[in-house]
């Protein structure tokens, strides 16, 4: 992965706090979370998925500059079939997050592994688990396509993204570079 690509993603992990209340104060009905839906982009998405791509580009602060270059890159990749992307949807508040993942191989297993590479969540969409249902989409459809694996990189210090990618089921391997084993 491209590295740091779940910064933004470490927004859908709830605090301690969110998750529990003190023990000497009563519980509190949860409030229900809006219904994330994802889906794969096609063609028709290029446009809702290039803003996200670009602001996914804008946080790691990468300089772009052609300003269409971003809206290219990724409809050049869904018309060639290079990648998958995902889109996540939140009511009332639209599409708030993508993913791309690239198919490639492994020696080691001598099949097909994915690589989990950009992942990002607009700020209106943090905190209501699109991060979290991208990331499980990715790894329903990898199982579903008989994959190795799913690997992803993040930051040494995104210790949220972190916890999601371990949360799911990611063992973290040497230089932050974690593996989710499909059997």
Known sequence: MNGQAQAAAQQDVPSPTED???ASAPAAAPVPAP??????AGEA??????????GYLD??????????????FLAERIAKDES??????????GTVGFAQVYRGFSSLSLRTAWVLNDLYVAPEGRRTGAGRALL?????????AGVSGVQLETAYDNTVAQG?????????EE???YFHDLG
């Open 136 to 144: 499980r989409e990715v790894l329903r459809r990898a199982r579903e």
């Open 59 to 72: 946080f790691y602060e990468v300089d772009i500059e052609d300003p269409d270059a971003p809206r290219a």
């Open 45 to 54: 998405d290029v446009e809702a998925a290039a803003v996200l791509f670009r």
């Open 20 to 22: 529990s209340a003190p």
């Open 84 to 93: 998958l992307v995902l889109l996540a949807d939140v009511p009332d508040a």
């Open 164 to 172: 999601l990618y371990e949360a799911e089921g990611f063992v973290r």
């Open 175 to 177: 230089f932050h570079v």
């Open 35 to 40: 219904e994330v839906s994802v889906r794969a």
